[in-house]
């Protein structure tokens, strides 16, 4: 009766570890994965807005408020890899993501972010019908 | 009674953003406050470790295994900033650290990082003399 | 008569401008265009190295001995580029890349890099069957 | 009485290099010696532009317009290294630095940096006052 939060669907996303991604230890750096979600939450959004293109320049900015990740298996070098991302934690002026990272069908690392919807100055906004109409296309 | 967790010392260090720190928000990409974190994790070793110029040649590798950062205020190029370090969760084979970094007295971020301890193949080991010694140095 | 260089193939990728690429003049960060010449240079030895994927675990190394880096236009955040590699300068135990970076039909940035071929203790060696074999493939 | 190009003062950094810095060949990132190379001229600015914590909020830009570097030996994680950073090629309204990287009294990595003098929008402008007391400064 009462609504259970609505559930989104997945995008998955391919990359290939560059050495630019690795460190000394021979394995992907801690703070490279944030990067690997980044470009899993780029390929949400261009997934699901429709009017994506026109997000940077017409204002819309994501900042990150929050993120957590947990570091299970590493990644190497010319490894091919998938991200998983998934919305999550719709409220009205904030959303988040969640990543998982995998190589085949191996879980390597996890993690969520939260962010604000802020205009380009960083001021908090509430939801537009921008924001709802990908809410509504990502949702399943 | 029953055991107090020991606290330690905090140490701080200083940094000023680069332009390689930024991203087109105009502020710090939310990646790079890790690589402030590695730098606030590197001045705690070398302060309280007094072999630290021996630990990666001698194999000492501490892979992250999870990391939580919220961001509050955003840092910006060329603003000099602070780094303040401090242990926790030490257990038998694993130590964490918190992390601060603030602008003035302003915070901006806070975050943790958990640590394995292992050798150059990656397999966990036991605390043995070297770092049982660096952590009674940093403890109060 | 006397021997023309020989002509290699160009190879093409596509990549995603992130905002982890930029920094806080709201374009991509100088260095990070090393970072796109590097992911060029992955994709040409996919293309034409039939065993890349043991090239790493078989020690395989090619540091980079020298980068030149002409910006002519800046690419900016969501922006999908273009990066065009080509080998060149090919010695007895060294070869290069020249790379072209594009968004549409517009030239943005142009480099070469030089690079050693070496074991994974970082010494020189000739070129084996291996090397030559990807250069024959490379060749027009 | 002919004009001999007027030289400048060199400006030294040290910098402890970072695994965020390092990568899967177990030395630094080729990229990342750009970064050094930024530390190297923000320290330069700070060290001869009076006004330097004005110059980004006030539209100073100095986009890169080409970079050349050698790299003779590696440096690792762990290790301490001095850039050498000194100003060269200025022109009407551009201007360049070169940059030594050395650990202790051995050179790793050598380079330039040629930068154009442009307003927040990237137009290009001839130089100031601002800039030419910077100039004055620099020289010796």
Redesign the interface.
Known sequence: LDQASPSYRTHAITL?V???D??????V????Y??FF??GR?GYI?AFAED??R??PEGV?L?????????RR?A???ERITVETVLQNVKRASFGFAYRILRGGELLVEGE?DHAYTDET?RVRRFDERILRFLANARQ
Chains 1, 2, 3, 4 share one sequence.
């Open positions: 290939d560059l050495y630019a690795t460190d000394a230890m021979g394995i750096y801690y703070a490279n944030l990067r980044e470009a780029l261009c994506h293109a997000w940077v900015r900042p990150v408020t929050q993120v957590n990740c947990r570091y590493p190497q070098v010319f972010t960083g």
